[in-house]
T-cell receptor, first 112, second 116 residues
Framework: LAKTTQPISMDSYEGQEVNITCSHN???????ITWYQQFPSQGPRFIIQ???TKVTNEVASLFIPADRKSSTLSLPRVSLSDTAVYYC?????????????FGTGTRLQVTL | EPEVTQTPSHQVTQMGQEVILRCVPI?????FYWYRQILGQKVEFLVS????????KSEIFDDQFSVERPDGSNFTLKIRSTKLEDSAMYFC??????????????FGPGTRLTVT
């Protein structure tokens, strides 16, 4: 699995857009980029996954530049309930059971 | 929306005792996992399970650990002789055939294991 680097923590005010960038310089050709969210005392929750360019769902957008050495998770208009730890994971999807390797993530604190 | 459930939510046990953590994965899922998270630390992979056998296990998953799918719905993690360092939150997860080409796993709420 490619090593990922993301900020330890970020702060935001409610209503702002938050962009969390993840660096993965040694990403391999077959690797996908996946983001998870974890609230305190809960299991991680899948947010979004992409391979290149831009992916958007009802929760977030994922921007991946052409060289794929980094990616940015964008959360539009965050609320207090978006306070959580966000994890960037990079790895090959083999089509079988995929082991998830979590780093320390980015702790996002949203305040009024 | 279907969800993964886990019981108990909190288990307190004495060192050396056996514990069984139970999980009910999403019904049409094929792949099952256990992860753990020691307080304040990373989520760590323990084991994956498919077609009634272990697909992959981590270094943490030593001979003290075992997994079983005793029937069509439950998936269990057994720790034979608990140690203080086994105290952690244990998460069960599952993923389905529809998410084979995906890292989308559905996690349960966790069982907090406290070993005294």
């Amino acid at each position: 699995l490619a090593k990922t680097t993301q900020p330890i923590s970020m702060d935001s005010y409610e209503g702002q857009e938050v962009n969390i960038t993840c660096s993965h310089n040694n990403i391999a050709t077959n690797d996908y980029i996946t983001w998870y969210q974890q609230f305190p005392s809960q299991g991680p929750r899948f947010i979004i996954q992409g391979y290149k360019t831009k992916v958007t769902n009802e929760v977030a957008s994922l921007f991946i530049p052409a060289d794929r050495k980094s990616s940015t998770l964008s959360l539009p208009r965050v609320s207090l309930s978006d306070t959580a730890v966000y994890y960037c994971l990079v790895g090959e999807i083999t089509g079988t059971a995929s082991k998830l390797t979590f780093g320390t993530g980015t702790r996002l604190q949203v305040t009024l | 929306e279907p969800e993964v459930t886990q019981t108990p939510s909190h288990q307190v046990t004495q060192m050396g005792q056996e514990v069984i953590l139970r999980c009910v994965p999403i019904s049409n899922h094929l792949y099952f996992y256990w992860y753990r998270q020691i307080l304040g630390q990373k989520v760590e992979f323990l084991v994956s399970f498919y077609n009634n056998e272990i697909s992959e296990k981590s270094e943490i998953f030593d001979d003290q650990f075992s997994v079983e799918r005793p029937d069509g719905s439950n998936f269990t993690l057994k720790i034979r002789s608990t140690k203080l360092e086994d105290s952690a939150m244990y998460f069960c997860a599952s993923s389905g055939s529809g998410t084979v080409f995906s890292y989308e796993q559905y996690f349960g709420p966790g069982t907090r294991l406290t070993v005294t």
